[in-house]
């Protein structure tokens, strides 16, 4: 089985400071990772991912996230906060399962709150 | 039209009313979800369709009924809902096979149920 876990159901920052979103993952097979974001009233958008290869990943509007397997975590940082950014972020777990199927696990979801 | 479109955005439907969402994709995808995103909870995955056979469905109760006449089309049909399943639905899609590329999702549907 896998599960996601996501630290602080918000996060506060202001405009400039660094973003840290946190994510911790267990899985029992090697995990393909994923950020997703969602404005309000729109569906999630893939943010970045991480399959195999070079851990550290960059993704879209500046974000990138580290896979580090000895900590089971894929934290979600950015240098400089915008308030364009302001939204929920959900991290994502998937594993092949028995049967074939990749099948991924939400956490709850991060609110980023921006202040001007 | 391009990405994964839902309609209606919005519905609004009494406990004893019928209707059904339309999910769309247009991406050359084979294999299509819905889930049910409420207020303070994870994400729930309902239903999965790869190439037009579901082969997931996550005890979802019957009064939710999903449809999948093609890979580029899923239904999902409401009957005699109850006011706690007033959510966000959401319909994703992806290549089956490459599920690591991740999902792509519709914009949803808001559902209240009266």
């Known amino acids: 089985a896998q599960s996601v876990t996501q630290l602080g159901s918000h996060v506060s920052v202001s405009e400039g400071a660094l973003v840290l979103l946190r994510c911790n993952y267990s899985?029992?097979?090697?995990?393909?990772l994923f950020w997703y974001v969602q404005y309000p009233n729109q569906g999630l958008q893939l943010l970045l991912k991480?399959?195999?290869?070079?851990?550290l990943v960059k993704g879209i509007n500046g974000f990138e996230a580290e896979f580090k397997k000895s900590e089971t975590s894929f934290h979600l940082t950015k240098p400089s906060a915008h308030m364009s950014d302001a939204a929920e972020y959900f991290c994502?777990?998937?594993?092949?399962?028995?049967?074939?199927?990749?099948?991924?696990?939400f956490g709850r979801g991060t609110s980023l709150i921006v202040h001007p | 039209e391009t990405g994964v479109t839902q309609t209606p955005r919005h519905l609004v439907m009494g406990m004893t009313n019928k209707k059904s969402l339309k999910c769309e994709q247009h991406?050359?995808?084979?294999?299509m979800y819905w889930y049910k995103q409420s207020a303070k909870k994870p994400l729930e995955l309902m239903f999965v369709?790869?190439?037009?056979?579901?082969?997931e469905n996550n005890s979802v109760p019957s009064r939710f009924s999903p449809e999948c006449p093609n890979s580029s089309h899923l239904f999902l049909h409401l009957h005699t809902l109850q006011p706690e399943d007033s959510a966000l639905y959401l319909c994703?899609?992806?290549?089956?096979?490459?599920?690591?590329?991740?999902?792509?999702f519709g914009s949803g549907t808001r559902l209240t149920v009266v």
């Open positions: 994703a899609s992806s290549q089956a096979s490459q599920t690591n590329y991740g999902y792509t």
């Open positions: 991480y399959t195999t290869g070079a851990t």
């Open positions: 994502a777990v998937s594993a092949i399962v028995p049967g074939g199927s990749y099948i991924p696990t």
């Open positions: 369709y790869n190439f037009k056979e579901q082969t």
């Open positions: 899985s029992s097979v090697p995990p393909y």
């Open positions: 991406l050359g995808h084979n294999a």
